[in-house]
């Protein structure tokens, strides 16, 4: 049996190209809490949950010392500050180009 592959190449706008994405991560994301219903400290299971991570990966963050876990009533992690904190570590996508263009 021989598999024939196929490509298509597709043309838009960069605006058309984000709606897509934007409307695909919506759909993908929609199961997620909205950042208003989470509440304001988590246990590490629900950061673990959140962030989709292992227990070992779990345990390197909560040793680190920039981590924002709060050991006053058990180990608790402050929400809005791990929200703050993932998007302090973390490199948002940067665009390369500023328009998609064909190539033939």
């Known amino acids: 049996m021989t598999i024939v592959e196929q490509t298509t190449l597709i043309t838009m706008s960069v605006e058309d190209l984000r709606s897509i994405i934007r409307e695909e991560v919506d759909a993908a994301t929609k199961h997620l809490k909205p950042r208003e219903e989470l509440p304001h400290f988590l246990t590490r299971k629900e950061a673990k949950e959140?962030?989709?991570?292992?227990?070992?990966?779990?345990?390197?963050?909560?040793?680190?010392?920039?981590?924002?876990?709060?050991?006053?009533?058990?180990?608790?992690?402050?929400t809005e500050e791990l929200l703050k904190w993932v998007e302090a570590n973390t490199q948002g996508i940067q665009p390369k180009a500023t328009r998609i263009r064909s190539v033939s």
Do not use: Q
């Not at 989709?52 to 709060?70: A, H, Q, W, Y």
């Open 50 to 78: 959140l962030l989709r991570i292992n227990e070992t990966k779990m345990s390197e963050l909560m040793g680190r010392p920039d981590f924002p876990v709060c050991r006053e009533f058990g180990v608790k992690i402050y």
